[in-house]
């Protein structure tokens, strides 16, 4: 996911340049897409993978008072982040077809 991620948005960027022009509803739909991909990929960064690394953490004898909220918190916001990446996906399938 580290590379994957970053990868995919870039390789958007062409589709984005070569259908600005001539093809506005592929251009519209690729970008949409690219905005849902980057909402993934911050709530990746900026949410999840932290929490990820306070769990990595723990130990059976440290839990933290509130690692059930930590956990309820994590798993909304993967959530947000599968929601936004089958989104981006289904917008650029779309994009393609049309």
Do not use: C
């Not at 905005?35 to 990820?52: D, K, M, S, Y």
């Amino acid at each position: 996911m580290t590379i994957l991620m970053p990868v995919s948005i870039l390789s958007m960027a062409p589709a984005l340049f070569l259908s600005y022009k001539g093809q506005r509803q592929t251009f519209y739909l690729t970008l949409a897409g690219l905005a849902l991909f980057v909402v993934a990929l911050l709530t990746t960064v900026l949410i999840e993978v932290p929490i990820v690394k306070q769990i990595e953490a723990w130990t059976p004898g440290s839990l933290p008072a509130n690692w059930q909220a930590l956990r309820d918190r994590w798993l909304s916001f993967h959530v947000v982040r599968i929601v936004s990446g089958i989104g981006g996906l289904a917008l650029l399938v779309i994009a393609a077809i049309f």
